[in-house]
């Protein structure tokens, strides 16, 4: 199986421009575009099976890495939800052309969700290709409920007097940089206040051993979905990662029941 050609665009205005890295796969449609989760790549195991799934399957599929992440140029640091946001909105407009279905692990959930939307109110839901989501350990809103909220005062005061905090990271010997820009920034789009609104079909995914998204973040968040099909799986034993080969077969199996 070959692998699909590594291509960059470009994003950004003028004197801002970042360079992202993308892997399409041409193939029949509904095609599956992948988002990432926070400080993760489109090389991660999820990443590359539902690549090697979609390339059995005849499908499309599309890969990219946000600025700041993986190939793509730029800091981490710099980052934030609408940067993110905006590479994700680039690639889907070039790098796609037919009916899509938006696969997101964890950050990558609330990006997902906030594309649709962009989307949505960009053309409508019929025109916008979306045919379906499967979303895994999804964690919208998570910069407000699941950082800010449970820092201490401590932390939260020297991220608002210098501007950036690091803590330790469980899957890196690198700790993860929370920065101001980042906390302030994503409380312009938080989701789960409201009623969501899709017009597809969304499968979530979740471990109940999640430490970093809760289990019941993920019900917090089916309950916001209004007039969407939505399935819940629940997986006892599960962490966050998700990427053992029988969470990829219940990913894939998702997948195939939005394709149907």
């Given at each position: 199986?070959?692998?699909?050609?590594?291509m960059?665009?470009?994003?950004g205005?003028?004197?801002?421009?970042?360079?992202?890295?993308?892997?399409?796969?041409?193939?029949?449609?509904?095609?599956v575009?992948?988002?990432?989760?926070?400080?993760?790549?489109?090389?991660?195991?999820?990443?590359?099976?539902?690549?090697?799934?979609?390339?059995?399957?005849?499908?499309?599929?599309?890969?990219?890495?946000?600025?700041?992440h993986?190939?793509?140029?730029g800091?981490?640091?710099?980052?934030?939800?609408?940067?993110?946001?905006?590479?994700?909105?680039?690639?889907?407009?070039?790098?796609?052309?037919?009916?899509q279905?938006?696969?997101?692990?964890?950050?990558?959930?609330?990006?997902?969700?906030?594309?649709?939307?962009a989307?949505?109110?960009?053309?409508?839901s019929?025109?916008?290709?979306?045919?379906?989501?499967?979303?895994?350990?999804?964690?919208?809103d998570?910069t407000?409920?699941?950082?800010?909220?449970?820092?201490?005062?401590?932390?939260?005061?020297?991220i608002?007097?210098?501007?950036?905090?690091?803590?330790?990271?469980?899957?890196?010997?690198?700790?993860?940089?929370?920065?101001?820009?980042?906390?302030?920034?994503?409380?312009?789009?938080?989701?789960?206040?409201?009623?969501?609104?899709?017009?597809?079909?969304?499968?979530?995914?979740?471990?109940?051993?999640?430490?970093?998204?809760?289990?019941?973040?993920?019900?917090?968040?089916?309950?916001c979905?209004?007039?969407a099909?939505?399935?819940?799986?629940?997986?006892?034993?599960?962490?966050?990662?998700?990427?053992?080969?029988?969470?990829?077969?219940?990913?894939?199996?998702?997948?195939?029941?939005?394709?149907?």
């Amino acid at each position: 199986m070959s692998e699909p050609e590594l291509m960059t665009i470009t994003v950004g205005a003028a004197g801002e421009e970042r360079q992202i890295a993308t892997l399409a796969r041409p193939g029949g449609s509904p095609g599956v575009f992948w988002l990432g989760g926070f400080r993760s790549d489109m090389s991660g195991t999820k990443a590359a099976a539902i690549d090697h799934w979609c390339a059995a399957a005849g499908i499309a599929s599309t890969r990219f890495d946000y600025s700041g992440h993986g190939q793509s140029s730029g800091r981490f640091v710099d980052g934030t939800i609408s940067s993110w946001l905006e590479d994700a909105l680039a690639v889907f407009d070039r790098m796609t052309s037919r009916d899509q279905i938006l696969v997101g692990s964890s950050m990558g959930g609330w990006i997902a969700l906030l594309l649709a939307r962009a989307l949505r109110t960009r053309v409508g839901s019929e025109q916008s290709r979306i045919k379906g989501m499967v979303l895994i350990a999804p964690a919208p809103d998570f910069t407000e409920r699941l950082m800010w909220a449970t820092f201490s005062q401590a932390v939260r005061d020297e991220i608002t007097e210098t501007g950036v905090y690091s803590e330790p990271s469980a899957y890196s010997s690198e700790p993860t940089v929370v920065t101001r820009s980042l906390i302030e920034d994503g409380r312009k789009h938080l989701l789960m206040d409201g009623r969501i609104e899709l017009g597809c079909p969304v499968h979530i995914l979740q471990g109940a051993k999640d430490a970093d998204v809760p289990w019941r973040h993920a019900i917090d968040l089916a309950t916001c979905f209004s007039g969407a099909d939505v399935t819940l799986s629940l997986i006892k034993d599960g962490d966050h990662r998700l990427s053992r080969p029988e969470d990829i077969a219940r990913i894939t199996d998702a997948l195939f029941a939005i394709t149907q």
